[in-house]
């Protein structure tokens, strides 16, 4: 895990891109539709750059402050290398604070600032002995970090001597024969990856950062604690934090004579380095060595400190009331405003002639590999140009700097590499925008143009509707005006009916009485029938009386034929009467017959009028109703068409 993230904060506004010297770093990555600035730990130097620019505390940084309180609770025995900024930072808590330490369990305390002294000796020693000119100071681990990684070629010109810090736990740990695990009160963040570097063999265990450890000891505060004062006294050691530091004490050792290039700043530092690689890798510089540090104001305002974001002027005051105390020093110490450079070193030459100069060596690693970037080809450049639309000069060189990169081309170097994305170059998306205002102009205007047809259609639509409801209208009308007629005629019809139907029953009625007569005529009929029976049996008796009587009873024998004749007449009328009867009879039955089913069929008929009159009646509610929502839709109908 990287000693720097980003947390949620983030809005990617590509500053800390623009602010890291260390190209592929921060990495833009999409995340739905923003934009957000990661850090690859294999790249990261820890320089504290990006925290400095980052306006949205969207960067944090780890230490080991949470876990060297728990080792201590747990009884882990540890003592503490203080740096020298510590003093100018806190001059008026610094014991205080370590007296809180103490009471917690710390066992020594031993200022670096003594380590500083160490390393300084050991400096001009090595360069004197091995005719070593033109190196580049290593106390900064984040310069240190950046030429393992970005400048291997460099690594043979970094300085074998330890840092202040790694100094004073060799002393610690050889000298005094200190066994307890070192923790270093630290300004600065990279101080973590050389503590575990594995060629200082873990002589240090745990960086506790200015800001952390001081806000971890006021949040849990610690009762009944004493001031407390470090151990060792120190020289000009004490104002390695300035920037110049290392060269003011070779100066002071050495005299002005000596020269030594101080260089300082996230940027510069950097720009530096890489500016004058080929020189500085051939020795061809007249300096003794570089003074280099990230920060451009030194390890006083480090990254890991409170001061760093105010630059609080008091912090540079004190460090320079400890610069007068350490040149103020007594005529036995190496240090004294008094001597002359070669005496000061010669008495510290003589303070340290118990050391071993090998013991505070040091060896590094070439990290480059994971930390390459690839140079796209002509064909590639192309291709990455074409996709962010820079298809002239004049765009390839906008340079405008919003990506985080300083040009076009690094930037497309950043995109070949996968540390960047085309949506985050502004003029990229720029160009979007315009070609899609153009878009929206023109899809504006079609849809005006289709508005306008749209209005022309609604106004002849309108009308269509309005014509078509006034049809509807008509219709309706004539349709309830039918129905009420329909209605009104299916009244009459009903009422003409039941005259059918009381026609019927009085047909039916005066059938029956002819029946009855006919009846009648029947049995008159049988009777003369019967009388002519017996009249043609008289007229018989009478013709055989006439015949008996001869010539005389010759008239009386004529009429007696005449009334047979009669009396055969009158029965064969009978007979026919009978038989017509009988047919007028049946056909009485069947009429009778049929005006019963008359009834029955002018009874249903009735029956299904009254039903049509109702419905007819119910209808023309209908109608009324749906004459009304008729009126409503054309309304509303309208209503929109003129909207």
Not at 465 to 473: A, W
């Amino acid at each position: 895990m990287g000693l720097v993230k980003t947390n949620d904060n983030c809005i990617g506004c590509n500053k800390c891109i623009g602010a890291c010297s260390a190209m592929g770093a921060n990495v833009a990555v999409e995340k739905g539709r923003g934009n957000v600035i990661d850090v690859d730990p294999e790249r990261c130097i820890a320089c504290g750059a990006c925290i400095d620019v980052c306006q949205h505390n969207a960067r944090e940084y780890a230490d080991d402050v949470e876990r060297f309180f728990e080792d201590l609770k747990k009884g882990v025995k540890i003592s503490v290398l203080i740096a020298p900024a510590f003093l100018a930072n806190y001059p008026n808590d610094y014991e205080k604070y370590l007296g809180m330490l103490k009471k917690l369990g710390v066992n020594r305390f031993i200022s670096v600032s003594f380590g500083a002294d160490i390393t300084t000796w050991g400096y001009i020693k090595y360069i004197t002995e091995n005719h070593f000119y033109g190196g580049i100071s290593q106390p900064c681990p984040a310069v240190v970090g950046y030429i393992e990684k970005y400048m291997p070629e460099l690594l043979g010109k970094l300085m074998p001597v330890q840092s202040p810090m790694m100094c004073a736990a060799v002393y610690v740990n050889k000298y005094m024969k200190v066994s307890d695990k070192l923790a270093f009160i630290s300004p600065c963040i990279a101080k973590k990856n050389e503590i575990d570097d594995p060629n200082n063999k873990g002589y240090v265990s745990y960086n506790l950062t200015f800001s952390h450890l001081v806000n971890y000891l006021k949040e849990h505060p610690v009762s009944g604690a004493t001031p407390y004062k470090d151990e060792i006294e120190y020289g000009l050691g004490s104002i390695y934090p300035m920037p110049g530091g290392l060269k003011e004490n070779v100066y002071w050792l050495l005299g002005e004579d000596a020269l030594v290039r101080q260089m300082e700043g996230e940027h510069h530092m950097y720009e530096y380095l890489r500016r004058n690689k080929d020189m500085l890798k051939c020795g061809r510089t007249p300096y003794l060595f570089v003074d280099a540090l990230n920060c451009t104001s030194g390890c006083l305002y480090g990254p890991g400190t409170e001061s760093r974001a105010k630059m609080n002027e008091d912090v540079f005051m004190a460090i320079q009331k400890i610069k007068a105390d350490s040149k103020n020093s007594s005529k036995k110490s190496a240090w004294g405003r008094n001597l002359t450079p070669k005496k000061r070193l010669d008495m510290l030459n003589k303070e340290f002639a118990g050391l071993d100069l090998n013991d505070f060596l040091r060896k590094y690693t070439d990290r480059s590999k994971s930390c390459t970037v690839r140079i796209p080809s002509d064909a590639e450049l192309e291709k990455i140009y074409e996709s962010l639309k820079k298809d002239t000069k004049e765009k390839r060189s906008i340079d405008c700097g919003c990506c985080g990169y300083k040009s076009c081309y690094d930037m497309a170097v950043a995109i070949h590499n996968g540390f960047n994305h085309i949506h985050n170059c502004v003029h990229y998306i720029k160009d979007r925008a315009y070609e899609e205002k153009d878009k929206a102009v023109e899809l504006a205007e079609e849809v005006s143009r289709a508005q306008d047809e749209v209005r022309e259609k609604k106004l002849s639509l309108a009308e269509q509707i309005g014509n078509n409801f006034t049809s509807l209208k008509d219709s309706i009308g004539q349709i309830e005006g039918t129905s009420s007629d329909n209605a009104h005629q299916m009244a009459g019809i009903s009422d003409e009916m039941s005259e059918v139907d009381a026609f019927a029953d009085e047909l039916k009625r005066v059938l029956s009485t002819i029946e009855t007569y006919l009846n009648k005529l029947e049995e008159n009929n049988t009777a003369v029938i019967a009388i002519s029976s017996q009249t043609n049996l008289l007229a018989l008796n009478a013709s055989i009386e006439a015949a008996r009587a001869g010539e005389a009873g010759r008239g009386f024998a004529v009429v007696a034929e005449e009334i047979k004749k009669l009396a055969e007449d009158s029965k064969a009328t009978a007979d026919d009467s009978n038989e017509n009867n009988k047919d007028i009879k049946q056909t009485i039955e069947k009429l009778i017959e049929e005006s019963g089913r008359l009834s029955e069929i002018v009874a249903r008929v009735n029956d299904r009028a009254e039903n049509l009159v109702n419905s007819s009646e119910q209808t023309a509610m209908s109608i009324g109703l749906m004459k009304d929502v008729a009126d409503e839709v054309e309304s509303s109908l309208k209503q929109i068409l003129e909207d």
